[in-house]
């Protein structure tokens, strides 16, 4: 098993750029989230997905966008990139909703010029 | 305003010794503590986790001491080796009702290095 993926690992965009990270889980979890790790910051919740068919917004949910594609897959977009942005992005899941042991995939570096 | 606190960004400790990581939380709602670690380039991984009705978890070299009514809690790892350098990140639940219904809390994290 995989655990949790993530696609890219690095991605440089310029500012008002837009893209999409990429998150997959092979567990069979029910709930999937999406963090960010500023420096010096622990993490922060951005958007989560409680079952497949569900979002819904965390602690830091401006600028972004995600999608529940299905039960594997939670993708986190970003329309109009901007350096305030620049972070390391985690992906998550876990078995259901509330459950305290969540599994990180490996994160992915961006960066805003 | 941060809800779970790590005053100390880093700790370097002796192989063989004890390495204590400490985190203060202000929300009294926290049903679940736990503490995850972090390799450089990794993700965070979960460590152990004490519920708010126990004072104490032990898994191993790693013990979890919870203290509600100075909402305080504390990671030991007896004894420390080279390998649990890293990151470790204390994080608590929101309880099951309210606005922080399930979510996770994390707190800014402490580097641990332990040095032979």
């Known amino acids: 098993n995989a655990g949790v993926t993530q696609t890219p690992k690095f991605q440089v965009l310029k500012t008002g750029q837009s893209m999409t990270l990429q998150c997959a889980q092979d567990?069979?979890?029910?709930?999937m989230y999406w963090y960010r790790q500023d420096p010096g910051m622990g993490l922060r919740l951005i958007y989560y997905s409680a079952s497949e068919g569900t979002t819904d917004k965390g602690e830091v949910p401006n600028g972004y966008n995600v999608s529940r594609l299905n039960k594997r897959e939670f993708s986190l977009r970003l329309e109009s990139a901007a350096p305030s942005q620049t972070s390391v992005y985690f992906c998550?899941?876990?078995?259901?909703?509330?459950?305290?042991?969540?599994?990180f995939g490996p994160g992915t570096r961006l960066t805003v010029l | 305003d941060q809800q779970v606190k790590q005053n100390s960004p880093s700790l370097s400790v002796q192989e063989g010794r004890i390495s204590i990581l400490n985190c203060d939380y202000t929300n009294s709602m926290f049903d679940y503590f736990l503490w995850y670690k972090k390799y450089p380039a990794e993700g965070p991984t979960f460590l152990i986790s004490i519920s708010s009705i126990k004072d104490k978890n032990e898994d191993g070299r790693f013990t979890v001491f919870l203290n509600k009514s100075a909402k305080h809690l504390s990671l030991h790892i007896v004894p420390s080796q080279p390998g649990d350098s890293a990151v470790y990140f204390c994080a608590a639940r929101g309880g099951l009702r309210g606005s922080t219904l399930g979510r996770l809390y994390f707190g800014r994290g402490t580097q641990l290095t332990v040095w032979p």
């Open positions: 998550a899941s876990s078995e259901v909703w509330g459950a305290p042991e969540q599994f």
């Open positions: 567990m069979n979890h029910n709930s």
